[in-house]
């Protein structure tokens, strides 16, 4: 405050000597007899004004705060997309990352998270999740009870983004946006179903009549800040006809598709999904599942990965993880990821049916493919870089200057950690991911052991 006022009369002084200053040049012009007189009182002027004008600029630089409102510093800095890997500092301005460098000042930032001895991602995004929460208790993951309003489920485990994976379908979009979008500060999109319902369950999503590709592709042109791209599940019958409704209606819109492959019996063939009827760019998620013999699995009874997957993934298919509470078993990604069939995208499948089971939450999954033999920059890029590519959002996954200033630090807790799957097989593992800190749009929304400081900005 003291300063503020002493740069209030600085300006008035600098005023009045500009003032003599202009009527010393008028008298200058008018009486060019005195000039040598004059010269001897302007040089004192100028001298005066100089420094006036130095000292007041060093008070308005006392003056001008702060550069970044947050500082990450000291964290080791994993950003697949730059390739960086390496101890770095994180400055972030209106809710943009500003600068990535190394030592920067703290006294140059509002508020500073002591990130020393932690890994510093980009915030995770969980494309494959079950937010569409509601009160129906006949609508299972659209507006029912089976799904989960987000802010709940993903700051405390470095998730900044969730994309809905198939619980709105193009007629209710808009109940989904009101109820769970609008209100949530994890950022939500959408892969639309296909089916108008969206995830209802029953003979919704079996309803050819149902699945119009023209009306989600619309719904996603309106919608086009939310929906990624378009949802196909639990398609029953032995037809390709929804599996080709969904593509035509990400042809429309240009967008991809996810698809969760039906149980028709005799199983249609993943090789023609792969091959016949999907884009690259497309994703088949629940890569990883034994269902039975409700669905073909990529990996035969030989435990050898079925060789055609691995070109499918050459060609642009998409493979997703897609937890869930049925969709994962080690004897499938144990073999899959020993043949090299690594996932492009690590999720989750999130809703009350795999929340308090063997899949936990993004971290448990995350941690899974760790201990599986995937290096941290490898699943940290399934989980950032790697998802906003596939939804086509790249200011998201990554710390560029100008991109969001999204940011999970995670503590790799090294330890004696049991990860089993749903049928009991049970992996030992040696490191544990845990979330420190996760920062959305440039604030801190989750800080397990109060590294910011302060810990709360005015
Ligand atoms: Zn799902």
Redesign the pocket.
């Known amino acids: 405050m003291v300063d503020f006022g002493m740069s209030g009369i600085l300006k008035n002084i600098l005023f009045k000597q500009l003032i003599s200053f202009s009527k010393c040049v008028a008298f200058l012009y008018q009486k060019r007899f005195s000039y040598y007189l004059n010269l001897i009182y302007m040089k004192k002027q100028y001298a005066l004004l100089l420094v006036l004008l130095v000292f007041s600029l060093g008070v308005i630089a006392q003056n001008a705060g702060p550069i970044y409102d947050v500082l990450v510093k000291g964290g080791h800095v994993i950003d697949p997309k730059n390739g960086i890997d390496g101890i770095m500092d994180i400055a972030i301005k209106q809710g943009k990352i500003f600068k990535v460098d190394k030592n920067l000042n703290p006294k140059d930032a509002k508020q500073v998270v002591d990130a020393t001895g932690l890994i510093v991602a980009p915030g995770v995004i969980d494309i494959?999740?079950?937010v569409f929460a509601g009160t129906q208790a006949d609508h299972y993951?659209s507006d029912g009870l089976s799904a989960l309003m987000p802010d709940g489920y993903t700051f405390r485990v470095g998730v900044t983004t969730v994309v809905d994976?198939?619980g709105a379908g193009w007629k209710n979009f808009a109940t989904f946006k009101k109820n769970v979008i609008d209100v949530s500060q994890t950022r939500v999109l959408s892969f639309l179903n296909i089916v108008g319902e969206g995830?209802r369950g029953g003979n919704y999503e079996q309803d050819l009549a149902e699945m119009n590709s023209k009306f989600a592709a619309s719904a996603a042109k309106q919608y086009s800040d939310y929906i990624v791209g378009f949802?196909l599940?639990h398609f029953n019958g032995e037809d390709w006809t929804p599996t080709d409704r969904v593509v035509e209606a990400g042809n429309l819109a240009k967008l991809p598709v996810i698809i969760?492959f039906g149980g028709s019996k005799p199983n249609l063939p993943i090789q023609d999904l792969f091959f016949k009827h999907l884009r690259p760019g497309d994703i088949y998620?629940?890569t990883y599942a034994a269902l039975g013999g409700a669905r073909e699995e990529i990996v035969d009874e030989k435990n050898n990965l079925k060789p055609f997957v691995l070109e499918a993934q050459k060609r642009g298919i998409i493979f997703d993880v897609?937890y869930?509470g049925a969709?994962f078993n080690y004897s499938q990604a144990i073999p899959a990821l020993k043949a090299g069939l690594y996932p492009n995208t690590i999720s989750t499948?999130?809703?009350t049916g795999s929340m308090n089971t063997s899949m936990k939450d993004q971290l448990s999954v995350m941690s899974k493919f760790l201990n599986m033999g995937m290096s941290l920059v490898e699943v940290i890029k399934a989980s950032t870089w790697k998802p906003a590519q596939v939804i086509n959002r790249p200011l998201l996954g990554n710390l560029s200057e100008g991109s969001e200033a999204d940011i999970a630090i995670f503590n790799v807790r090294k330890g004696n950690f049991g990860f089993y799957d749903k049928t009991g097989f049970k992996l030992k593992g040696t490191e544990k991911l845990e979330c420190e800190v996760t920062i959305k749009g440039g604030k801190v929304l989750f800080d397990l052991n109060g590294l910011a400081n302060p810990i709360y900005v005015k």
Do not use: F, I, W
């Open positions: 494959h999740a079950h993951l994976c198939g995830m949802k599940a969760d998620t629940h897609g869930g969709s499948d999130l809703h």
